[in-house]
Every structure is written in structure tokens, then in C-alpha cells.
């Protein structure tokens, strides 16, 4: 089954480390998306990626976060300096097109002490 | 701001009864509009959607209906049964735009009793 995958599902920072978060998207999909969720809260859009480029960051915050999906290889979320703020699920999402239908990764649970 | 919202965080159903989730916006450019089921430790999975040139979809037991003068939708699930105990994220957007349109309410965690 070649799902979207995500990795790690657990991660464990202490304050001001670096967080990265990977995304493979489903076979075939070149549509990426990022979407954090925080506790009793719904998902929030972070950023869409299509194959090297940021289609649209409007939800991310504007410093210590960057994501990028290089030619080869995952998708991935870094974040720098991490602060208990940002204990969150993420979630990756992938699509075939632009409008198609959204399929999501099992979510990175970052805990940040 | 939040433009879409579900008001119940949770909610019980006996198997076998109708479970209505509910869910809010106040976007009224809003025009395509899709319910997620989420189990824990899982991504959401897609359920069901509706446009706006429409009051109701069903499949299956799943029913969604849309009240655009009140701006409400609803999903009907009958009868329930214990695997659709999830936690069920509502999302809107205009139709054709791209995914990272969508805004999702907060979830309402569904549990179906035996």
C-alpha cells in the first residue's frame, strides 16, 4: 500500500533544537501539503509544494519554519529552534492534481520539552 | 477568525440510532464543502462532499446536507456502528481551488456505544 508515509511518527526536541519532518507523497503525486494541528484545534493549512517548488507559504510562520520537495527524494519540514509552541501534529497531504482529492499521511507528532 | 466551525467536541450515539454532526461557516464565498473521519494515531481519510448546487449527498449510510441561508451543514450516519467512532473534521473551500483553500473546523469526536 503506498500511502502517504511520514516519518517520524514521534519525535522528542528540547527548546532551540532543529525539528525535520519527512514527507514521501503517494506514487504519482507531485502535489504536496503541510498542515499542522494543535491540540483541540482543527488542521491548519502551512504550505503546498509541487515537485522544487513553494506554491504558496501563506500559512507558515515566518521565521524558523521552511519546507521544501526536492527533485529526488521526500518532502521535508524543518524547524529551527524549536519552542514548546510548536508541539503539534503534523500532516502531510498528497494529490495528483492541483484540485484533486487529498490523501494524508499518519501525522509526526513533535513534543518539544 | 475562525471561518468554520464545528461547536460539538464530542458526541455520543448508542449503535443502531442516527448520529448528526454539525458543522458551521461563515465564508458564504464557500461553495464545495467535504467531511474527513480521523482515527487516532491515523491521517483523516476523505468521507464525503457536497457543492452548493446541492442540498443533500448520501452514500451509503452517509448523508450530508447542506443549508446554504443558514450557512450549516450536517452528516447523518444511520445506522451508526462501532467503527465510525472517529473524531470527523468538516472543510470548506470555493470549488477548483486548491487544496490549500480548505479551512477545517475543530473536529467532533464521535463515540458509538454498543
Known amino acids: 500500500n503506498a500511502g502517504v508515509m511520514q516519518n517520524p511518527r514521534h519525535l522528542v526536541r528540547r527548546r532551540g533544537q532543529e525539528a525535520r519532518l519527512r514527507c514521501s507523497p503517494m506514487?504519482?503525486?507531485?502535489?504536496v501539503y503541510w498542515y499542522r494541528q494543535l491540540p483541540e484545534e482543527g488542521l491548519k493549512f502551512m504550505v503546498y509544494?509541487?515537485?522544487?517548488?513553494?506554491?504558496?507559504e501563506s500559512g507558515m510562520p515566518k521565521e524558523r519554519f521552511s519546507a521544501e520537495f526536492p527533485k529526488e527524494g521526500p518532502s521535508i519540514l524543518r524547524i529551527q529552534q524549536v519552542v514548546r509552541g510548536d508541539s503539534a501534529a503534523y500532516f502531510c497531504?498528497?494529490?495528483?492534481?492541483?484540485?484533486?482529492?487529498?490523501?494524508f499521511g499518519e501525522g509526526s507528532r513533535l513534543t518539544v520539552l | 477568525d475562525q471561518q468554520v466551525k464545528q461547536n460539538s467536541p464530542s458526541l455520543s450515539v448508542q449503535e443502531g440510532r442516527i448520529s448528526i454532526l454539525n458543522c458551521d461557516y461563515t465564508?458564504?464565498?464557500?461553495?464545495?464543502f467535504l467531511w474527513y473521519k480521523k482515527y487516532p494515531a491515523e491521517g483523516p481519510t476523505f468521507l464525503i462532499s457536497?457543492?452548493?448546487?446541492?442540498d443533500k449527498n448520501e452514500d451509503g449510510r452517509f448523508t450530508v446536507f447542506l443549508n446554504k441561508s443558514a450557512k450549516h451543514l450536517s452528516l447523518h450516519i444511520v445506522p451508526s456502528q462501532p467503527g465510525d467512532s472517529a473524531v470527523y473534521f468538516c472543510?470548506?473551500?470555493?470549488?477548483?481551488?486548491?487544496?490549500?483553500?480548505?479551512?477545517f473546523g475543530q473536529g467532533t469526536r464521535l463515540t458509538i456505544n454498543p
Open positions: 506514487k504519482g503525486h507531485s502535489h
Open positions: 497531504a498528497s494529490s495528483a492534481t492541483a484540485t484533486g482529492e487529498l490523501f
Open positions: 457536497i457543492s452548493s448546487i446541492k
Open positions: 472543510a470548506a473551500s470555493r470549488y477548483n481551488q486548491g487544496a490549500q483553500k480548505l479551512v
Open positions: 509544494l509541487q515537485k522544487e517548488n513553494i506554491i504558496d
Open positions: 465564508n458564504s464565498m464557500f461553495d464545495y
